[in-house]
């Protein structure tokens, strides 16, 4: 009985970092943050209640959170199916068993060691400077410079080109999952005389479909919390056209020092993850394939 009580003593002892790191620096502040959004709270005054009127604010009065929300939405559609789409078609063509193939996985895989790092976002934007690296080589076969991020129009698509450049780890999950389909399935297709397309959409895609569905709540919680990129390369402009929610959050808290109001818009977004996550699992047995119930 003692051993059992000395074991158990010791378990508590090894998982104590992790339980003392959680609740001082995630539940904590998860709680604290819900207290603070009904609060009127710059930091240097104590926190006064005011109930709603930051919700209230934020839904009815901001337009720079409707403009936000509006950037984030568009910024997500275009993300998390184009890093899909990228990740999965490298997936299937390294999917093969040739000469250095593990050195070029690598190679596909370092961008996401990096993640949104400030360093790389640095490095994205004096690509697309008005006198980067990327007006250097179109202004090789004659095209004129393009103001990338000075234009509205050109200011998104290199902040989406950043994301979709860090694709490794949805590759890397795409690997294990088509290395994990049956060959049998396949050459059964074969001798029913089904091409490779036939077989991509019949049979590669239904059995990965549980992970391909992994990476559509991974990605999208991660395109609507963005912030590096949009911060370090265009700081939200030009003319709002890149100021996502998180950005929009850091400069009410920061810059503004409304703590309690920013505190409310993390909530706005914490429900929208919600929400969102919520309607995609709500029609996961549409797409994903299960076993058990033969359906895709």
Known sequence: MKSLTRRRYIGLLFIAPWIIGFLVLQLYPFITSLIYSFAEYNIMSSPKFIGIQNYVQLLTKDREFWNSLRVTVVYTLFTVPGKLVVALLVAVLMNKNMRGVNAIRTIYY?????????????????????????????????????????????????????????????????????????SELYEAAEIDGAGRVTQFFRITLPQISSIIFFNIIMQTITALQSFTGPMVITNGGPLKATYVLGLKLYTEAFSYYKMGYACAISWVIFILIMAVTGVLFRFSSMVVYYEDKGDF
Do not use: E, R, Y
């Open 110 to 182: 370092l961008p996401s060691l990096f993640g949104g790092s400030i360093a790389v976002s640095i490095l994205w934007k004096l690509m697309f400077q008005n006198t980067g690296i990327i007006n250097q080589i179109i202004g090789v076969v004659g095209i004129k410079p393009v103001k990338w991020l000075g234009n509205p129009n050109t200011a998104m698509p290199v902040i989406i080109m950043q994301n979709l450049w860090q694709f490794g780890s949805a590759f890397v999950m795409f690997l294990a999952a088509l290395k994990n389909v049956p």
